[in-house]
Every structure is written in structure tokens, then in C-alpha cells.
């Protein structure tokens, strides 16, 4: 599946700057606040691409949020 990121909450327009996503969804914050990820169950083994991804969405937006996970601090 592919996610590409085209507006935020609140409905304004990126500019074609922003990366591409296949591995999850991911909707932009309103602001400089972050991005909600979705799509990703963090209680089970990533593969290198949605690391990968996952990565540069961090180092895209700054701030990342997961609703709704089911994760031990193990």
C-alpha cells in the first residue's frame, strides 16, 4: 500500500517536499507539532523498510505519534 502526504488537519497544502510513504499512513499535524503515523503495529518486528521509513518521518516532522498501540516496555 502507498501513502502519499498531501494536506494536513486542518486541510492546508504541502509542497512536493515531502516523502513518500508505502509502509504506513501518515497525517501531518496542523503547524510545526508532527505527524500521526498509522497503519504500523509497534508490538511486532519492523522490517527494514518501515524502520526506514519511520526514521525519516521522524527526522521529516519532528515529532511522531502512535495512537492505540498494545506495547509492553519490554
Known sequence: MAYEVTTDVAGAAFS?????FD??????????LGAEISAVDLSK?????????????????????????QITPK
Open 23 to 32: 509502509e504506513f499512513e501518515v497525517l501531518p499535524a496542523a503547524g510545526a
Open 45 to 69: 518486528p519492523l522490517n527494514d523498510a518501515a524502520f526506514a521509513e519511520l526514521r525519516s518521518a521522524y527526522h521529516f516532522f519532528g515529532v511522531t505519534f502512535f495512537r492505540d498501540q
Open 16 to 20: 512536493d517536499a515531502l516523502p513518500r
